[in-house]
């Protein structure tokens, strides 16, 4: 039986440090070439395989493969594109395996957060059941730190590790300030229905009574009069008053307090921007003068301020899932497994995709504080070895350098394109 060729994809909002995992993936199956063949991977993700854009990963050099590891963004470039049902539409599904099969492609890694992996589960059913099967192995990765089964997702480490220090630094600036001008300072993280990013903010404070003294969860729901009575008695308190909101707080009825009115091409609610909701608010209600920031792309592209745990992370859970490719596995998705005792430790175990696929994992009753604003000492402590360590770039005339790879398409196989 001949070696199979693989194929593998980034998806959705990319991170600091998927181009690690990408890495670990690559230079996994470069050593296990009795197994795996020619590594290919999608131009602009699930859509490579879809439009048969496939980039031939042997053309680039083992040093620019290397320096993945500390490049931000997708290196093979992402996309937000979501596979309907079977039932909505079985053509897409179809397509895909046309392509493996035209490309002898037998390993499928996609590297995503949770619609990845019921996509990747879908592939595996469907292969087969069309006498082509693939073995289909989802690499977690999201910043909202939302996959079940893993304890925690590459990528969100340094996301929090950024939000963390921009929160601190930021609050330096108001508080020296706050005599005679700004009183209020917004910053807007990501996370549309789970706090994580916005309870790594609390990482900042060093005593009690530090910023941020208000972090706004979308598991809490929104009470608008609790939350202005908050701000005031730490602006009266302290003269000044630091919030981490994350983008998807709501209201009790679920509400978004930001709801744009519109979804994006997942189906997900638009948000509108939550931090000019509450500077408006804070405004017309209090009279205070406020400034706030979006986090956005900067915290997810932040490569220069890494968590060295993220990175290390992110590259393990690429490199183990070739290699459990390799032993034949399918359906399933590396997941870190925290070890117990005082000193942080973990390992890589297997999860199956049905029970990652579709499932979110929200921020712990037990890791938000009583009064719904802050993080217990068991948050603190699930979060803390997460941010630890530093990874920094090689710098050159003052700037970080990234990997830039030549991106060479093979040549098309198949006579039908295929419109998305």
């Given at each position: 039986?001949?070696k199979?060729?693989?194929f593998?994809?980034?998806?959705g909002?990319?991170?600091?440090?998927?181009?690690?995992?990408?890495?670990?993936?690559i230079?996994?199956?470069?050593?296990n070439?009795?197994?795996?063949?020619?590594?290919?991977?999608?131009?602009?993700?699930?859509?490579?395989?879809?439009?048969?854009?496939?980039?031939?990963?042997?053309q680039?050099?083992?040093?620019?493969?290397a320096?993945?590891?500390?490049?931000?963004?997708?290196?093979?470039?992402?996309?937000?594109?979501?596979?309907?049902?079977?039932?909505?539409?079985r053509?897409?599904?179809e397509?895909?395996?046309?392509v493996?099969?035209?490309?002898d492609?037998?390993?499928?890694?996609?590297?995503g957060?949770?619609?990845?992996?019921?996509?990747?589960?879908?592939?595996?059913?469907?292969?087969?059941t069309?006498?082509?099967?693939?073995q289909a192995?989802?690499?977690?990765?999201?910043?909202?730190?939302?996959?079940?089964?893993?304890d925690?997702?590459?990528?969100?480490?340094?996301?929090a590790k950024y939000?963390?220090?921009?929160?601190?630094?930021?609050a330096?600036d108001?508080?020296?300030?706050?005599?005679?001008?700004?009183?209020?300072?917004i910053l807007?993280?990501?996370?549309?229905?789970?706090?994580?990013?916005?309870?790594?903010?609390?990482l900042a404070?060093?005593?009690?009574?530090?910023?941020?003294?208000?972090?706004?969860?979308?598991?809490?729901?929104?009470?608008?009069e609790?939350?202005?009575a908050?701000?005031?008695?730490t602006v009266?308190?302290?003269g000044?008053?630091?919030?981490?909101a994350s983008?998807?707080?709501?209201?009790?009825?679920?509400?978004?307090?930001a709801?744009?009115?519109?979804?994006?091409?997942?189906?997900?609610?638009?948000?509108?921007?939550?931090a000019?909701?509450?500077?408006?608010m804070i405004k017309s209600?209090?009279?205070?003068k406020?400034?706030?920031?979006?986090?956005d792309?900067?915290?997810?592209?932040?490569r220069?301020?890494?968590?060295?745990?993220?990175?290390?992370?992110?590259?393990?859970?690429?490199?183990?899932?070739?290699?459990?490719?390799?032993a034949g596995?399918?359906?399933?998705?590396?997941?870190?497994?925290?070890?117990?005792?005082?000193?942080?430790?973990?390992?890589?175990?297997?999860?199956?995709?049905?029970e990652v696929?579709?499932?979110e994992?929200?921020?712990p009753?037990?890791?938000?504080s009583?009064?719904g604003?802050?993080i217990?000492?068991?948050?603190?402590?699930?979060?803390?070895?997460l941010?630890?360590?530093?990874?920094?770039?090689?710098y050159?005339?003052?700037?970080?350098?990234?990997?830039k790879?030549?991106?060479?398409?093979v040549?098309k196989?198949l006579d039908?394109?295929f419109?998305?």
């Amino acid at each position: 039986m001949s070696k199979k060729n693989a194929f593998y994809a980034q998806s959705g909002g990319v991170t600091a440090v998927i181009n690690a995992s990408a890495c670990g993936v690559i230079e996994a199956a470069r050593e296990n070439q009795d197994k795996i063949g020619k590594v290919y991977a999608g131009l602009n993700g699930i859509l490579g395989a879809l439009r048969e854009e496939l980039i031939d990963v042997s053309q680039e050099s083992v040093e620019d493969i290397a320096a993945l590891r500390h490049t931000p963004s997708g290196a093979f470039g992402s996309c937000r594109y979501k596979l309907k049902s079977l039932e909505e539409n079985r053509a897409e599904y179809e397509r895909l395996i046309e392509v493996f099969k035209a490309h002898d492609i037998g390993y499928f890694f996609y590297n995503g957060g949770g619609d990845s992996a019921d996509t990747c589960l879908k592939v595996s059913q469907l292969s087969e059941t069309m006498g082509y099967p693939i073995q289909a192995i989802h690499i977690p990765k999201t910043v909202d730190n939302d996959l079940p089964l893993t304890d925690n997702c590459p990528g969100f480490g340094s996301v929090a590790k950024y939000v963390a220090v921009s929160t601190k630094e930021a609050a330096m600036d108001v508080a020296s300030m706050c005599a005679t001008s700004t009183k209020v300072f917004i910053l807007e993280v990501m996370g549309r229905h789970a706090g994580w990013i916005a309870a790594a903010g609390a990482l900042a404070q060093e005593e009690e009574g530090d910023a941020p003294h208000i972090i706004l969860f979308p598991e809490v729901a929104f009470d608008k009069e609790k939350f202005l009575a908050k701000v005031q008695k730490t602006v009266d308190e302290k003269g000044y008053c630091v919030i981490a909101a994350s983008e998807g707080a709501q209201y009790e009825d679920g509400t978004f307090l930001a709801d744009a009115g519109t979804t994006d091409a997942f189906g997900h609610k638009q948000l509108g921007g939550v931090a000019p909701t509450l500077a408006n608010m804070i405004k017309s209600e209090l009279g205070l003068k406020y400034h706030w920031a979006l986090a956005d792309y900067l915290q997810r592209a932040a490569r220069h301020i890494a968590s060295a745990t993220d990175v290390e992370q992110a590259y393990a859970v690429g490199r183990a899932a070739v290699e459990m490719a390799a032993a034949g596995k399918n359906a399933i998705m590396p997941a870190i497994i925290r070890a117990e005792g005082e000193e942080y430790s973990w390992s890589i175990a297997e999860a199956p995709l049905s029970e990652v696929a579709n499932v979110e994992k929200f921020m712990p009753k037990e890791y938000i504080s009583e009064d719904g604003f802050g993080i217990t000492d068991a948050g603190r402590e699930y979060l803390l070895p997460l941010i630890q360590g530093e990874d920094y770039p090689p710098y050159k005339n003052g700037v970080p350098q990234y990997a830039k790879l030549k991106k060479q398409l093979v040549e098309k196989k198949l006579d039908t394109e295929f419109k998305v």
